[in-house]
């Protein structure tokens, strides 16, 4: 019983920063994504009925610090079947780890996605999403492609639902992420989330401008109107950092060159040049543009003093099953 799926990271225009259950892993708003298909996850999962506990290799190598969560992921699709047999699992990812590229995100949709597959157990997206979100909050959105929407449903049949609200073509817009640091952040996002919620005075009003933002740009992307995603999702990655900022102590994800990059591309939308930046929890800084504009933006992005590379992409599919 084996099975290969891949998956690519997504980047949240509108973020989510916060739990309202940490135990379920249940964000305590919701958010919205683009999938992006120029960095891949690669993962395979094979069960066999030999005793012992499973096991995960990651780029090649034991990863203990994941592979407790690997196997709770793993759980749910197991007992979905009623089974207990050991997995094994290789993941490789062709960008960095751990480092503000949503690698997490990635990695969990293509896990839950081959074990269904491995296992035979034909267990919905919808579900699927919900069980990649239990192991990271932003893996359900990498489920699905394009433009991607993950609400908060405390009566529904789950605590969340994960929906593609766009396809990738219907809006082809392209991404270039600036690399400032490859090594893993400091302060993971659980951790950082925890400390923001707890000690944070603006951290209510975070929350609370929540659903106006999805709100907006739900409203943007069903025009195609650029400016106007650009303008709340801009907002959006500033307020989650300042909410971030005001924790004690404040969790500071940024360097130098994150700093640049978003100066260079303030400048270039001021310039006319259709562009926009977000930055998750961590240094490295995703410039959003139409797909004229993005070899600019990449060269204005590489010559910003302190990057070390510019990753290129459009918007792709969601996770999905290579070979069984």
Known sequence: ??????????????????????????????????????????????????????????????????????T???????????????????????????????????GFAALVTAADAALGAGISRVELADMARRASGSAARSIFGGFVELSLTPNGPLQTETRQILESSDWPLRVAVAVTD???????????????????PFYASWVNSSEKDLAEARGAIARHDFEALADVS???????????????????????????????????????VPVFFTVDAGPQVKAVCAPEAFDRVAAELAEVDGVKQVLTSGLGEGARVVSG
């Open 182 to 200: 490859i090594g893993p952040k400091e302060i993971g996002s659980t951790e950082g989330m925890v400390r923001t919620e707890r000690t944070s």
């Open 1 to 70: 019983m084996k099975a290969t799926a891949v998956a690519h990271p997504n980047i949240a225009l509108i973020k989510y920063w916060g739990k309202s259950d940490v135990e379920q892993n249940i964000p305590a708003v919701g958010s919205l994504s683009i999938t992006l298909d120029g960095l891949t996850t690669t993962t395979s999962v094979i069960f066999d009925s030999e005793p012992g506990e499973d096991e995960f290799l990651l780029g090649g190598r034991k990863a203990p610090g994941m592979a407790g969560r690997v």
């Open 234 to 272: 801009e907002s959006s990655c500033l307020k989650m950092h300042s909410v971030m900022l005001s924790a004690r102590p404040g969790l500071v994800y940024w360097n130098g060159a994150t700093v640049g990059c978003i100066r260079r591309v303030r400048q270039l939308r001021a310039d006319g």
């Open 72 to 106: 709770r992921c793993i759980d749910l699709v197991r007992d979905r079947v009623g089974v207990r047999i050991r997995a094994k699992v290789e993941s490789d990812n062709d960008f960095p780890t751990a480092a503000g590229l949503a690698s997490s995100a990635s």
